[in-house]
């Protein structure tokens, strides 16, 4: 795809996409009126009208400004109207939108192009992506620096896309070492890896048990974004378990859907991706602990002790609570030799933060109110959400044990998001500005995009728009 800028529809533009929002008076367009009991601009709606030998769609986004909604209803014109991109098209902008808005109609109609049939026989391309596809935006305003952000943040939320719905024989730690190396030379930033043997000399105890019952070799990923003048220093850890069984532990449900279990390592892969084509002033270093939690006669068991990056021992309780093991060493990793200003995690850690908050948001645990606030500022702007839960000390004994430093699994049924976060909090050094985000809700979702559950790459946008609001 092609983009050109124009401040005028031409004679030639035959395909013309205006959004509007709701209004309780007629749309009126050029020379074309609708009635609003027809079209108003509801949020959702769509309607197509021919004049002239040109095809207009009026696309609807609701009574308020959302930058959530602007980014869904382009990605549906993009998804369920791809005949309309039969030859070029024009999106036509009135000048009351402002760049925020242009930028997520633009990102979402990228979004748009995604399918999930990946290894169908027949690959169909979208129209959008031929590259000989000149699609006009049409302004009276300067926009150009919106529209090319907004393909930056679809770009790198399709790469996660990717990451996050391909296949576990597919998507191995090998694999996202590989991705992360190859996008790290084409954006600018650092890559370093080290494999089993060099996680043994380093003492990443923790992040090795998890991989030991598997064929595929973890991964311990870091990478370094260090652009001149940075203002500060943000560390970022993915969880990247690329498939979980569940260990000895073994689920008994919902496994077929364990290849998402490393969406946090693709937020942040993404996310790497986005900050460095961004250009953004900030040093980032990011861990992405890859491992796969397989069974065979090595894998660690119930009872285990296990060591650790930062010495303490830890009792394994259940062979399912396997994510914060390999954050603690990420986390512990981090800290220590990078010592980031302000610390994120990300993770699909436990069901219980899904049974909390479903689908709606994640779950945000932090003891720095200040983080807290522009964690979830950023995240209400693009529609990214988090909702605070508790880090009392009152939770410190779920994860007390009386054979090792701590336990990895409180074996009550309650507060497990919770508990959870207490565990990682015990790997941080007390570090004062850290945060974990649980998005085990909100990663792998149903939505009118597919009909099954897929990828939402949520965090990629959140991370780079909390920077952008330092």
Known sequence: ?????????????????????????????????????????????????????????????????????????????????????????????????TNQTVEAAISGLVLGTYKLGHFKKEQKVHPLNNKDFILTISSENEIKSSVEKGVKIANAQLETFNLVDLPRNKITPKYLANWATKTGKKYGFEVSVF????????????????????ENEAQFIIMDYKPTNAKCHIGL???????????????TAGMVHMKCDMAGAGSVLGAMQLIADLNLPYRVTAIVPASENSIDALSFVPSDVIGSYNGASIEIIDTDAEGRLVLADGLSYLIKNFNPDTVLDLAT???????????????????NKELSEKLQQSGDQIGERLWPLPLWDAYKTDIESEIADVKNYSGKPVAGAISAAKFLEYFTNEHKSWAHLDIAGVTFVDNEFAKTKHASAFGVHLITNYLENL
């Not at 089993?196 to 003492?203: A, P």
């Not at 850890?237 to 689920?251: M, P, Q, S, Y």
């Open 195 to 214: 494999g089993v043997k060099e996680s043994k000399k380093l003492g990443l105890d923790a992040f090795l048990a998890v991989g030991k019952g598997s």
């Open 349 to 367: 850690l436990t069901g219980s933060s899904v049974a909390t908050f479903g689908n709606e948001c994640g779950a945000l645990f932090t003891t």
């Open 1 to 97: 795809m092609k983009i050109k800028y124009s401040k005028i529809i031409a004679a030639n533009n035959l395909h013309i996409i205006v959004p509007f929002f709701e209004t309780e008076k007629e749309v009126v367009f050029n020379s074309i009126s609708v009635s609003n009991t027809i079209f108003s601009g509801k949020k959702g709606t769509h309607f197509i009208i021919e004049k002239d030998t040109k095809t207009y769609l009026f696309v609807g986004l609701g009574k308020d400004v959302c930058y959530n909604t602007t980014k869904t209803a382009f990605r549906n014109v993009a998804f369920k109207f791809e005949s309309f991109f039969k030859s070029d098209a024009v999106v036509f902008f009135e000048r009351n939108f």
């Open 237 to 251: 850890v993915g969880k990247g378990i690329t498939f979980d069984t569940g260990g000895l532990n073994i689920k």
